[in-house]
């Protein structure tokens, strides 16, 4: 999201988000994106979004609303990515 007049148009358990950044530091299947649906807000401009294996907060200017497709997403729509293996030096 651009500008933060769009988190008004967030229904919490309807509205679909796709991320806009690679997040799979945090978790190998939030790659860039990845589909979720927003079920909360952690924070004053964190969502609480459910991705189907892991639900995280997610920052507003991290993900877009997806338009016109709304409910849970499975497995089949996600990014199919192979984790990149991880030294043990990598910082994150």
Do not use: H
Not at 38 to 65: E, M, R, S
Not at 75 to 86: G, L, N, Y
Request: aromatic letters at 4%; charged letters at 25%.
């Amino acid at each position: 999201m651009k500008d933060r007049s769009e988190l008004q148009r967030v229904v919490f358990g309807k509205t679909r988000v796709i991320l806009t950044r690679d997040l799979s530091i945090m978790n190998p299947n939030l790659v860039e994106g990845a589909n979720g649906l927003v079920v909360g807000k952690l924070a004053t401009y964190t969502l609480k979004v459910a991705f189907p294996k892991v639900t995280v907060g997610v920052n507003w200017q991290d993900c877009d609303i997806i338009e016109g497709k709304t409910g849970m997403t499975t497995d089949a729509e996600q990014p199919k990515v192979i984790p990149r293996p991880r030294a043990i030096s990598d910082d994150g």
